[in-house]
């Protein structure tokens, strides 16, 4: 079974894609994990092991995919 | 059935997100398509009227997922 790991920090205008994306994935291949850095800051370490610069990203069998759905800066002001 | 639209233009980054995530979703859910806009220009509009700003990026139930950064759609036209 393949592992796919989503890294995210809670940003609420992320959350819900993230979890339509998290839920696309075919679980007959996929073990899917989801974890919070911000409320895991244990795992940080391992997030940038696996190469993530930014949140929200997906690392799927060791490849990292930062994923930017649309938060421009004008829609945080 | 549910649509995942992946649009890509062929560059390295685009065909490794390609491989993993087109093939990690989940097909019992989803209907996946994958078009190469620098092949098929015809559907540059749809892409953008989809919220599609660059490539690759994956349309899941028409949300927008722009995944890492590869060609910025301008550059298709």
Known sequence: MRTAIFYHAGCPVCLG???????GIDRSK???EVVHLGEHADR?????????????ALVLND???????GASIDALK
């Not at 490849?63 to 759905?69: A, G, L, R």
């Open 17 to 23: 894609a993230e979890q339509m994306l998290a839920d």
């Open 30 to 32: 996929y073990r899917v």
């Open 44 to 56: 940080v370490a391992e997030a940038e092991a696996a190469g993530v610069k930014s949140v929200p």
């Open 63 to 69: 490849q990292v995919f930062h994923i930017n759905f």
